[in-house]
């Protein structure tokens, strides 16, 4: 079996080097098609392929191997290297047949940091954290263009790595927003270790533990992002666990510790000095002086001023001046800022009434910003918990929380929480396995409650996948419930009102 230490450029020989790709989603596509391109024998091993793919991958003439997960198929036994979706949790049958037999087992991630040279190889700056990150990696890419740079964010933000080092065109910087899962797969060390100019850990809270295993082991690989960063080391100062992480990354020396927070920065980081994000990091007198970079009222249009987007802000805004962006670029990038859809997002106002979806909440952390942003919320609350506690945010919101409308499968936990600290709070639940209907219904009984000032905040703080295709689908359809609602100017049916659970 030849030694994959040599394979760190796209010129390395790659040439019938067998490798099995694990999964078909996004990442797995893009790696099988690097790696055709590199001329290795590549085997695509998927439980299942759409007809799509497998066209496309039989025009490329890469075989494919259709397998349950209790199988072992011989393309994974005869491997000399794996590529695992990052999908696939470490205790996957097939992973572990392969590490049993001494299999090299890559991510997407380091396939793409060892063939980053086909045309220039651009600077890598990495975002990872709980919550926020695709919203940062978005906010620090658009600064970097405003600065004049040829700039791509990639990675779990939808567009692979692999593709973007495959463009003729090149790019100088690739902000990559980094999953823990892409994060796990990651080695800290030798010829696959990733050195990237900077990184940011935006916070951290449990999320993904039946995937890792453990709080711990999901902290550690959040953690890998710092190693062998040889600029900027971006951390949350308002969250100790990013702070802990930065004092023991092994990062090159001379690499800086910077810090953002909503209160005012001290010497290396970035902050409020009341309405006004300042950096006093990035300029030679920075013991007394500050650089002004933005008003709280320039976020304003953009959706980005609650508290949650704003840190967003100002970590993207560390990445972009460690970079050399200037304050300009940065105060002209959030002024024509725009965010993706389901984050905090208002679909309309009905006779005083606001409904945003902020469908993206896809946990506590995330719906503990969104909760934060408003004063008086009906609550659309539910969906896959995934072993994450809601009480804690029940507790802390219970004053802002005028009614709750629980929804999906995981409802128990939502009871439990508003008995426990917030009695007095009416609670709706919507008990319907109709994922066509629980929406309108949902949206029906906030309705009921929400009077002029209030709103209707659909934050579920749960994974979708109970009752949607994804957070987008279910963002989705609770705007076209709104909408249906404004279209008959209040009006509802209550046909189905006998699914409503009234506590």
């Known amino acids: 079996m030849r030694s994959l230490d040599e394979l760190v450029s796209w010129h390395a020989d790659w040439s019938g080097l067998r490798v099995a790709v694990l999964g078909l989603g996004v990442t797995g596509f893009a790696a099988t098609d690097t790696l055709a391109e590199l001329g290795a024998s590549v085997t695509v091993v998927a439980e299942r392929v759409d007809d799509e793919r497998r066209t496309i991958l039989g025009v490329l003439g890469v075989p494919i191997v259709e397998a349950g997960r209790d199988e072992l198929p011989e393309a ?42 086909k045309v220039e190889a651009a600077e890598w700056m990495l975002v990872t954290g709980t919550n926020g990150k695709t919203t940062t990696t978005q906010l620090a890419a658009h600064m970097l263009r405003e600065a004049g740079l040829r700039v791509a964010p990639v990675g779990n933000i939808g567009t692979p790595v692999l593709d973007a080092v495959r463009d ?28 990237p100019h900077s990184a940011a850990v935006l916070n951290i809270d449990d999320d993904h533990i039946d995937w890792h295993g453990s709080a711990d082991a999901y902290r550690a690989a959040k953690a890998k992002a710092y190693g062998n960063a040889r600029v900027a080391a971006v951390y949350n100062v308002d969250d100790p666990v990013t702070m802990r992480m ?49 008003s709280l009222a320039d976020l304003e249009p953009a959706g980005l001023r609650s508290p949650h987007m704003t840190r967003n802000v100002l970590a993207a805004a560390a990445l972009a001046r460690g970079f050399g962006a200037e304050p ?29 979806d902020d469908s993206k909440a896809t946990n506590p952390h995330a719906a503990e910003g969104s909760l934060s942003a408003f004063d008086r919320v009906v609550w659309i609350v539910g969906g896959l ?18 009614a709750a409308v629980a929804i999906g499968v ?33 949206v029906e009984a906030a309705a009921e409650h929400a009077a002029p000032g209030v709103t209707v905040l659909l934050a579920p703080a749960a994974a979708s996948m109970d009752q949607f295709e994804d957070y987008a689908e279910r963002g989705d359809r609770f705007a076209e419930a709104v909408r249906a609602r404004q279209s008959q100017e209040g009006g509802a049916d209550g046909d189905d009102s006998s699914s409503l659970r009234r506590d």
Do not use: N, Y
């Open 76 to 117: 994974v036994a005869d491997a000399e290297l794996v590529i695992a979706s990052p999908g696939l949790r470490p205790d996957h049958p097939w992973l572990l047949a392969a590490s049993e037999r001494g299999i090299a087992i890559w991510g997407d991630i380091e396939l793409a940091w060892r063939v980053r040279d």
């Open 168 to 195: 003729p065109a090149g790019f100088d910087v690739l902000v990559v927003e980094l999953s823990s899962f892409q994060l796990h797969a990651l080695p800290v060390d030798g010829p696959g270790a990733l050195w």
């Open 246 to 294: 930065v004092e023991e990354a092994e990062v090159v020396e001379g690499c800086r510790a910077i810090g953002f927070s909503l209160g005012i920065p001290g010497p290396s980081d970035l902050g409020l000095v009341e309405d006004v994000l300042v950096d006093r990091a990035f300029l030679e007198a920075r013991q007394a002086q500050a650089l002004e970079l933005a």
């Open 328 to 356: 300009a670029h940065v105060r002209d990038a959030i002024r024509s800022f725009r965010l993706d859809r389901h984050r905090t997002e208002l679909v309309a106002e009905l006779g005083g009434v606001r409904f945003v």
């Open 385 to 402: 918990f995934k072993g994450a506690d809601v009480a804690p945010l029940v507790e802390r919101h219970a004053k802002r929380i005028v």
């Open 410 to 442: 995981d409802r128990a936990p939502v009871r439990e929480a508003f008995a426990r600290h917030a009695p007095g709070i009416p609670l709706v639940e919507v008990d319907t396995a109709d994922t066509v209907s629980v929406m309108r219904l949902a």
